[in-house]
């Protein structure tokens, strides 16, 4: 081989190696700066103002790279139920979260959850964002005070 030959194969290693590198790079770069929210769901928080009045709240908190504005944030109730969901009224005008801004937080009343109460456990909070994926919390271990 002479030294022309040779320059060439080292080029062309070195194009397919930093190509390899660079299209890696933009797929976990592209993976990264997807919108990701985060739903919390607590049951029985105590009011300051009210005491022994208990709610539950949903947090949605983004912790993306990009802004997501939420549409809507619902208690997913148990399969064979008269409803799929039940809306929270707080969530109804939607809500833009930017990379960083604080969770948003909607109320959950108590007030006609009994009839769930023998399925509390299978009963979720979910945010739907404008293009339509919803994002769920975790089920609760804990049994809230409306289910005793």
Do not use: C
């Amino acid at each position: 081989m002479n030294g022309m030959q040779i320059a060439s194969l080292v080029t062309a290693i070195l194009g397919a190696v930093l190509g390899a590198a660079g299209l890696t790079i933009s797929i976990l770069a592209m993976l990264r700066n997807r919108p990701k929210i985060t739903v919390f769901l607590n049951w029985d928080v105590e009011s300051v103002e009210r005491p022994g009045f208990r709610i539950g709240v949903v947090s949605v908190t983004n912790v993306g790279r990009r802004a997501v504005y939420i549409g809507a944030v619902a208690l997913e109730l148990p399969k064979h139920r008269e409803y799929k969901a039940l809306l929270l009224k707080g969530s109804i005008p939607g809500k833009r979260l930017g990379e960083g801004d604080p969770p948003a937080k909607f109320m959950v009343s108590y007030d006609k959850l009994e009839k769930y109460k023998a399925n509390w456990y299978r009963i979720r909070a979910f945010a739907e964002d404008s293009a339509g994926k919803k994002y769920y919390s975790k089920f609760t271990a804990r049994k809230p005070s409306w289910a005793e």
